[in-house]
T-cell receptor, first 113, second 114 residues
Framework: NAGVMQNPRHLVRRRGQEARLRCSPMKGHSHVYWYRQLPEEGLKFMVYLQKENIIDESGMPKERFSAEFPKEGPSILRIQQVVRGDSAAYFC???????????FGPGTRLTVL | QQQVKQSPQSLIVQKGGISIINCAYENTAFDYFPWYQQFPGKGPALLIAIRPDVSEKKEGRFTISFNKSAKQFSLHIMDSQPGDSATYFCAASGGETSGSRLTFGEGTQLTVNP
């Protein structure tokens, strides 16, 4: 059984570019969560999605950030016009339903130059 | 009201000793309390979790103690091993406001000396 997969594992962008992070949940999981971890800090919730729906985006910055989880394919976290403060590890977690455990992927480490 | 406070920030334990990490929460609607272990460069891995209907849960060397009235819960690692050296995060979720999203503590860096 493959776990949660994220790619790329490392991403380097210059200020002003776009970053696109992908997450494939575990087989049978239709709930996806994105979290951000700044250096030496805990994880902060960003957004919760089910297939084709955003359920809770209360942790997502209002500008430049968007997320989707289409009917087919991985969930995408998109950061437009990246700034240095966006440098962090971005983790995706999946769950079979909203009341079950969340299993995390290995993360994407974004560095903005 | 959404905070989860974790202590200590770092912990050094000798091999074979007991590691104890504490967390306190404010939101009384929280009803799910997991602990995650994270190694450098890796994603968090679920260790053990508890719901408020029990006061203790044990899985192998790992035990969660839960005190609902004090709004506190703790992780005990018995017979700590060097391989347990990692960062540990407590988390909480539940209630209408928070739903299933996890609110994490700030983490505890555990070092187990041989």
């Amino acid at each position: 059984n493959a776990g949660v997969m994220q790619n790329p594992r490392h991403l380097v962008r210059r200020r002003g570019q776009e970053a696109r992070l992908r997450c494939s949940p575990m087989k049978g999981h239709s709930h996806v969560y994105w979290y951000r971890q700044l250096p030496e800090e805990g994880l902060k919730f960003m957004v919760y999605l089910q297939k084709e729906n955003i359920i809770d985006e209360s942790g997502m910055p209002k500008e430049r950030f968007s997320a989707e989880f289409p009917k087919e394919g991985p969930s995408i976290l998109r950061i437009q016009q990246v700034v240095r403060g966006d440098s962090a590890a971005y983790f995706c977690a999946s769950s079979p339903n909203r009341d079950n455990e969340q299993f995390f992927g290995p993360g994407t480490r974004l560095t903005v130059l | 009201q959404q905070q989860v406070k974790q202590s200590p920030q770092s912990l050094i334990v000798q091999k074979g000793g007991i590691s104890i990490i504490n967390c306190a929460y404010e939101n009384t609607a929280f009803d799910y309390f997991p602990w995650y272990q994270q190694f450098p460069g890796k994603g968090p891995a679920l260790l053990i979790a508890i719901r408020p209907d029990v006061s203790e849960k044990k899985e192998g060397r790992f035990t969660i103690s839960f005190n609902k009235s004090a709004k506190q819960f703790s992780l005990h690692i018995m017979d700590s091993q060097p391989g347990d050296s990692a960062t540990y995060f407590c988390a909480a979720s539940g209630g209408e406001t928070s739903g299933s999203r996890l609110t994490f503590g700030e983490g505890t860096q555990l070092t187990v000396n041989p």
